[in-house]
Each structure stands twice: as C-alpha cells, then as structure tokens.
C-alpha cells in the first residue's frame, strides 16, 4: 500500500482544487485484498462537474489498477464522516482544513447523539418486556 499511498498523495498534490483528500477503508486499514476498492474522500474548492468527478474517478483507478469510492466530505454524513477521520489517512490539506472538518464531525456527532441514546433505550425496554 505504501507506493500506492505515495502515487495517491502525488496525484492530489497536482489537484490544485483539492484542499483536502484522505484515503480511507481497507486500504489505508492495511486490511485490503486484491479485489479491494480505492475509498477517497475529498473537499474541493468548488464543487467537482460531473466531467471533473469522472476524469478523477478514471485517473485513480488507472494509477492504482482498483476501482474508485470517491466521496465529497462536504455531503459525507455520520458515521460515515466519522470513518473517514478516524481511520483514514489524511493525504493533502492544511491542519486547518482538517480541524475544521473535525469540529463539524463533532457537532453532528453531539447531534445525532441523543437520537441513537433515545433508539438504544427504547430497544432494551423492548427487550427487558
């Protein structure tokens, strides 16, 4: 993984767009198999065209010979965002950016919170009856 990880961080570093990317999942787990896909999450400057997102998608799966998950952080929900910080491997982008995605990660964790508290309650009292 590690040449890929290098090629993935030098493709990007020629993305002037790109503010952020990570590369998350099996991958960047160290737990991938041959047929494993290339999960990326990204922040842009703008948001990507349809032709843009498709070169891009191309462009990965011709440099790592795997198929591309590529995922726009600024619509990535929990937990999937919580996924991506936690366990992926940030490749491009400033501290800032990366603490600014952080912080809303946390806020829409402290969001959802009450909600998955309120669903693991009413499920034990389903189970405790």
């Keep these: 993984m590690q040449g890929s990880l ?4 030098q493709f990007f570093a020629a993305q002037p767009d790109v ?3 990570y590369v998350f999942g099996s991958l960047a787990k160290g737990s991938a198999h041959s047929d494993s896909d290339l999960d990326v999450a990204i922040q842009t400057r703008q948001p990507l ?3 843009q997102r498709l070169d891009m ?3 990965l799966a011709a440099l790592t010979g795997r198929p591309v998950d590529l995922v726009d952080v600024a619509h990535a ?3 999937l965002l919580g996924e991506i910080l936690t366990h992926g491997k940030r490749i491009k982008g400033t501290d800032n950016h990366h603490v600014r995605l952080v912080q809303r990660h946390i806020y829409d964790t402290e969001d959802f919170l009450p909600t998955v ?4 309650e009413a499920r034990r009292q389903q189970w405790i009856s």
Excluded: F, V, Y
């Design 57 to 59: 998608l191309e462009a």
């Design 117 to 120: 508290r309120r669903l693991m």
């Design 49 to 51: 065209s349809a032709e």
């Design 6 to 9: 290098e090629s993935i961080q």
């Design 77 to 79: 929900g929990e937990p």
């Design 19 to 21: 503010e952020l990317a």
